[in-house]
Nanobody
Framework: VQLVQSGGGEVQPGGSLRLSCKAS????????MKWYRQFPGKEREFVAT????????RVADSVKGRFSISRDNLQSTVYLQMNSLKPEDTATYYC????????WGQGTQVTVSS
């Protein structure tokens, strides 16, 4: 399993960013995917998940209405669209395979600051 993330960076409050996670080494179209984030000194927390065929999507209450998750099975890529970003969204974001707690993307720093 290999998960390569891209996107992220620094943005002002109210701005938007999109994270991408390109997967390989497994049958992407048969696996649910997830995004987590980690604040300094804290455990990773759930952000969003999407089922293999997009028939089930769930996002954390803290980002509901602002973040959305999507996927492109032909490109083996999962996305996290983040809108109306707040300073409290500042964290390192990780993609992963649902049900797999061992394999993660390399992490992407998102900083929301004026």
């Amino acid at each position: 399993v290999q998960l390569v993330q891209s996107g992220g960076g620094e943005v002002q409050p109210g701005g938007s960013l999109r994270l991408s996670c390109k997967a390989s080494g497994f049958t992407f179209s048969s696996k649910g995917m997830k995004w987590y984030r980690q604040f300094p000194g804290k455990e990773r927390e759930f952000v969003a998940t999407i089922s293999a065929h997009e028939d089930f999507v769930r996002v954390a209450d803290s980002v509901k209405g602002r973040f959305s998750i999507s996927r492109d099975n032909l490109q083996s890529t999962v996305y996290l669209q983040m809108n109306s970003l707040k300073p409290e969204d500042t964290a390192t974001y990780y993609c992963g395979v649902w049900g797999d707690d061992e394999n993660w993307g390399q992490g992407t720093q998102v900083t929301v600051s004026s």
